[in-house]
């Protein structure tokens, strides 16, 4: 029985940082692949060598590990299908170049740069599409070989002259007519592979039956299509996920802020909530939820109601999405995030700063600010907070002699009691007797939870804000 699990690939080139959008293709990939029981693959497409380097592949994979994108096989995981790194798979290219040369479906090129940009150029004047001219095409096969032993050549593909379809998972039918694309390069004068020979080579062999990719991929879609078909390798499926634009409808880029996962992680973000956003970026489980955990994702994914339309990335929406899942979770879940934007602090005294802002939090780091009021002296009272404070003198002093009479540990149940206390003795209550005593230690009427706030700040501080003027 052949194997029928699907077999899906990310294949990110190391020339940068993990974007988003590139991210969503790993996600969309790997959601499909854990759906169906599949294999998913990292396999690093490095043959661009003045792009591509090691500490972008390093950083790649970190990001992706951050994420919890855990691929079977890979360049550090092994697999039966490696190596899986496309500098280190050079003969596999060689070999099927040569294969395409013996059947004359392929071709050296002796045209030299020179050549070929003075084509180009004289094209454009006459306005024709810039299409190689197939000079080198018809030389006879022998001479050829004997000139490729000693000439520089690059090899070319010899396109053939029909119309391709494909039955895109995404877009549906797409048709690109004959004559859309010139004889291409597959191997470059040294040797190294162009993308789309390293890309179609490496995606038969490693037998991938799925190709989830951006479209702006499309165009190359149509030569790998000859290139499958030329090599006699099983045509996988392809589906063309859409762009991912800025508000401003724009690609989206650095122009935008933020837009690797490394910085999103640095602003102290939860994989799940990005991993969940991204997921929503042209995908929808079809019902009304939006709030999704990861095996729930898993379950729900569908690359039949991947939308063909651009997705907007939309700032506020992962915000909102991010602090959902933090008031869902506990504190703990943040240390790790939270402790280097408090890097003075306990991990302990962490947990309770966490507790008592998580209402308001998105991402970690928004700790500093939204801790303001706990840390150092009091921030002068804003003039809501004046009004409460101006005749609370009396319960402000009831207050202090309660905490000041506390024996044992001062925390929140411990404040609480000592509130109440004071309430009773200057028969303050409700409102009347906790926006002042707010107003007074905080300078605000609004914020996280008084008794929280009061234990993170200690009996002493406590005590000199209640006696403050
Ligand atoms: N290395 C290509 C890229 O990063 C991969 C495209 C593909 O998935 O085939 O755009």
Redesign the pocket.
């Known amino acids: 029985m052949p194997d029928l699990k699907p077999r899906v690939r990310f294949?990110?080139?190391p020339t940068g940082s993990l974007h988003m959008g590139?991210a969503r293709t790993a996600l969309f990939n790997w959601l499909f692949a854990r759906g169906q029981g599949g294999t998913y693959i990292l396999r690093v497409?490095d043959t661009d060598r003045e792009r591509s380097t090691l500490e972008s592949e390093a950083a790649m994979l970190k990001s992706l590990k951050w994420l919890g994108l855990n691929w079977d096989e890979g360049p550090d995981a092994g697999g039966n299908f490696g190596p899986y790194r496309q500098s280190e798979r050079l003969e596999f290219y060689k070999a099927k170049a040569n294969l395409l040369v013996e059947r004359n479906l392929a071709y050296p090129c002796f045209c030299s740069d020179e050549d070929l940009a003075a084509k180009r150029e004289r094209a454009e004047a006459e306005k024709r599409a810039p299409v190689y001219d197939g000079s080198c095409a018809n030389i006879d096969p022998v001479v050829a070989a004997g000139r490729a032993a000693s000439e520089e050549h690059t090899i070319r593909f010899r396109v053939p002259h029909r119309d391709v379809s494909i039955e895109d998972l995404v877009r549906g039918q797409i048709t690109f007519p004959a004559g859309t694309v010139g004889d291409f390069i597959l191997l470059r004068p040294d040797g190294m592979p162009v993308?789309n020979f390293a890309?179609v080579v490496d995606d038969g062999l490693m037998e991938i039956t799925h190709?989830l990719?951006g479209e702006d991929?499309l165009s190359n879609t149509l030569r790998q299509v000859m290139l499958y078909e030329a090599l006699d390798f099983p045509m996988p499926a392809f589906g063309h996920l859409s762009m991912i634009l800025g508000e401003d409808k724009q690609k989206l880029s650095k122009r935008h802020g933020a837009v690797s996962v490394e910085a999103f992680r640095e602003q102290g973000y939860q994989a799940e909530a990005l991993l969940n956003y991204l997921a929503l970026l042209g995908w929808n489980p079809g019902d009304e939820r939006e709030n999704l955990k990861l095996d729930e994702l898993v379950e729900a994914f569908d690359i039949g109601r991947v939308n063909k339309s651009p997705a907007v990335f939309d700032r506020a929406k992962l915000d909102w999405l991010a602090g959902v899942k933090i008031r869902e979770g506990k504190p703990e879940d943040m240390l790790e995030a939270a402790r280097p934007f408090l890097p003075d602090e306990s991990d302990e005294r962490i947990l309770k700063m966490i507790a008592a802002v998580q209402d308001h939090l998105h991402y970690a780091a928004q700790l500093p600010h939204e801790l303001e009021l706990l840390k150092g002296t009091r921030p002068e009272p804003d003039e809501e907070a004046r009004t409460w404070i101006d005749d609370g003198a009396e319960l402000f002093s009831a207050l202090g002699a309660e905490i000041s009479s506390l024996k044992g540990e001062f925390d929140a149940a411990a404040f609480k009691a000592s509130i109440k206390a004071a309430g009773m003795a200057t028969g303050k209550k409700g409102k009347e007797l906790f926006m002042p005593v707010r107003a007074k230690i905080t300078g605000r009427i609004h914020g996280p939870d008084l008794s929280a706030v009061a234990e993170i700040l200690g009996s002493e501080e406590v005590l000199a804000r209640l006696q403050a003027e």
């Open positions: 294949a990110p080139s590139v497409e993308y890309c190709v990719r991929h």
